[in-house]
């Protein structure tokens, strides 16, 4: 079957290495099977978009820097081609949770104005971020920022026995409760990690689809410990995200010519 012309369009930007922010702000990994038994057919793709709807990415090696996936205390890298689709195929091969996680390499944005970056930054709940602009002294116009993806998702296979576990990424989510073996009735626990440290008072966006595909987006903070409890509905399928933004090492902002840089944490899960 042929894909879409706007995959298509996609997999050529991306071998190319330019960056993708017309098509949406969010990323994730979207297994097409989150509960899948031992020996089936494993399937998850790379989600760029808004809403929680968004086009699909082909695996290129030179836009990941990280692409493994945990299961029983082990880790294994995700075998997979330049130009595949979906990004990693393969057989469930064990019992238990399995976490998959993502890490892109650097992206590079412009902003043709001010008001565009401010908006995003109000939206992300950084109302600092004007006047730390005017302070640095950077332009109004025409700047760019730096950005990178960490991306988890939880996948139940068999009895989906287990826990999350953290990947050593430099920002990530880590689920406290387990979506398919634990009660939820109060809701599903997660914690918020910056470079090992819990994440305090953050801004975490909830992404709720419904079987109907309805999407629904709320917002929750952080305690002092990092963690939130997530509301949750039985049959629906959430994605968590989360950004962090500051200013670039000095090294890094040379390199990339960028003024400003973000972290992108998600996390995607169902709840049978």
Request: glycine fraction near 6%; aromatic fraction near 10%.
């Amino acid at each position: 079957m042929k894909k879409p012309v706007i995959t298509l369009i996609l997999c050529a930007i991306s071998t190319l290495g330019i960056a993708l922010p017309a098509f949406g702000h969010e990323f994730w990994l979207a297994p097409q099977n989150y509960q899948p038994q031992i020996g089936a057919t494993l399937e998850v793709q790379l989600r760029n978009g808004q809403d929680f709807k968004g086009v699909e990415i082909g695996y290129f090696d030179k836009r990941i820097e990280m692409f493994d996936w945990f299961q029983n205390q082990t880790r294994n890298p995700v075998i997979s081609r330049a130009g595949d689709f979906p990004a990693m195929t393969m057989v469930a091969p064990q019992d238990g949770l399995m976490v998959l996680g993502y890490e892109s390499t650097y992206s590079t944005v412009q902003y043709a104005h001010l008001g565009k970056f401010l908006k995003f930054a109000e939206h992300k709940d950084f109302p600092e971020a004007e006047a730390s602009h005017k302070l640095r002294g950077l332009p109004e116009g025409r700047f760019n920022e730096i950005y990178t993806r960490f991306c988890k998702t939880l996948i139940g296979v068999g009895t989906a026995a287990g826990h999350d576990v953290e990947t050593d990424m430099e920002t990530e989510f880590v689920a406290l409760s387990n979506p398919y073996t634990d009660d939820l009735t109060d809701g599903l626990k997660v914690q918020l990690l910056y470079q090992g440290t819990p994440r305090t008072h953050a801004q975490i966006e909830v992404f709720e689809r419904a079987p109907d595909e309805t999407v629904v987006i709320t917002k929750q903070r952080t305690d002092d410990q990092g963690r939130a409890m997530i509301p949750v509905k039985p049959n629906h399928i959430y994605l968590l995200d989360a950004v962090i933004l500051r200013e670039p090492e000095e090294g890094v902002a040379a390199e990339n010519d960028a003024v400003w840089e973000t972290l992108w944490a998600s996390l995607t899960f169902r709840v049978p």
